[in-house]
């Protein structure tokens, strides 16, 4: 004869009862009811509207509606691309400057991060692209990285912060100069507890090159709406929302993919791991002891 153990409550969770499991039960299938009446509901919107037409398709099945979308799709990575690469390095030049003992540095670089993180990107982008006539490409990137890195200025500064100050210490008493404990005490330790928060910067910074439409650069969404507001295909604009939408979500879904595997790796890396200690041999004498 066999007998079960229920799993042991903790101090935040107590294991639920007959009656509050059957609750659940009835709540799950519910949720699930409404989720697929709705889910039922749209479909039926979109038939009903006609947005499964030949017509709303027909597009996409030319060479040059291809050529379109795959050119826009490679000027929204390079857009991206740019702005990652200088948003994190800004990030971590203000990170620094944040981190200064120097007062007047200090300042500056709180006031940079302060301004740049309240700023609207629009009203940056457009600003830049407007008041200081810069071509479209260079405007977008400029308004992602001021934005993006004054955000991960304050990740990073964060994430230094958040190391055990005996590691710093410890660092300091062996003679390192604040440098090379910031690039090989505090950093390496601090980018684990980051990785998260950078990858869901970049995650923003992707989606935010689609404001690249409004100043006329050619990136993925310039290129839907180019083929949305076709006369000759019945403004065939869920369509394009259906197409464009996969595949937006799918590059976030790989960068969140890649930060995972990362992360993983980065434990499994040995010089991430413990290092053990031989235990002292009895004869073993301490150091000046005779």
């Known amino acids: 004869m066999t007998t079960t153990h229920a799993p042991a409550a903790t101090a935040l969770y107590d294991i639920p009862g007959p009656v ?42 030319y060479k040059g509606i291809q050529e379109l979308l795959l050119r826009g799709l490679g000027n929204t990575l390079k857009a991206f691309a740019y702005a990652a690469v200088l948003s994190l390095t800004l990030g971590a030049v203000l990170a620094v400057g944040r981190l200064s003992e120097h007062r007047a540095v200090r300042w500056l670089a709180t006031l940079l991060v ?65 440098t090379q404990v910031m690039t090989f005490v505090l950093a390496p330790q601090a980018v684990r507890a980051m990785l998260p928060a ?64 990362v992360a993983k790796r980065e434990r499994r890396n040995p010089k991430t791991k413990a290092v053990e200690v031989a235990p002292a041999e009895p004869e073993t004498l301490l150091p000046g002891v005779q």
């Open 114 to 178: 302060e301004f740049f993180r309240a700023m609207p990107v629009l009203v940056m982008i457009f600003f830049i692209f407007v008041a200081l006539k810069v071509q479209p490409l260079p405007a977008l990137v400029a308004g992602l990285t001021l934005y993006n890195g004054s955000v991960l200025a304050e990740v990073f500064r964060t994430g230094i912060n958040s190391v055990d100050r005996g590691q710093r210490e410890a660092a300091y008493a062996l003679g390192l100069r604040k």
């Open 198 to 261: 950078i990858i869901s910067q970049l995650v923003v910074a992707l989606k935010d090159t689609s404001l690249g439409y409004l100043i006329t650069y050619e990136e993925f969404l310039h290129a839907g709406k180019l083929i949305a507001s076709n006369l000759d295909y019945d403004l065939p604009f869920i369509p394009v929302v259906m197409v464009i939408s996969p595949i937006y979500i799918g590059m976030c879904m790989l960068l969140s993919w890649f930060a995972t595997w």
């Open 20 to 61: 509050t499991r059957k609750r659940h039960r009835v709540y799950g299938i519910v949720s699930t009811v409404v989720i697929l009446a709705l889910v039922g509901w749209i479909i039926y919107l979109l038939f009903a509207t006609e947005q499964f037409t030949s017509a709303k398709w027909t597009p996409f099945e």
